[in-house]
């Protein structure tokens, strides 16, 4: 979202734009109602992600104290 708004894109209006997108094609027999809803759903979760990717960060091994045999 954020970066959608600053370059002046509301997301709430573009998901808004897919829905009736969506229920024109399902009217029109071209998309199951199941796809549809699958469909707007997916475009819903992806506009509330991120926009941008995050390097994957290797996690450095724990540093515990092992315990010793007596």
Do not use: F, W
């Amino acid at each position: 979202g954020r970066i959608l708004d600053m370059i002046q894109y509301n997301s709430e209006d573009l998901c808004r734009m897919l829905k009736r997108q969506v229920d024109k094609a399902t009217r029109a027999d071209s998309v199951r109602p199941r796809e549809g809803v699958a469909m707007v759903d997916l475009y819903e979760k992806l506009m509330r992600g991120r926009t941008y990717l995050i390097p994957h960060r290797e996690e450095k091994p724990s540093l515990k104290k092992s315990k010793k045999k007596k």
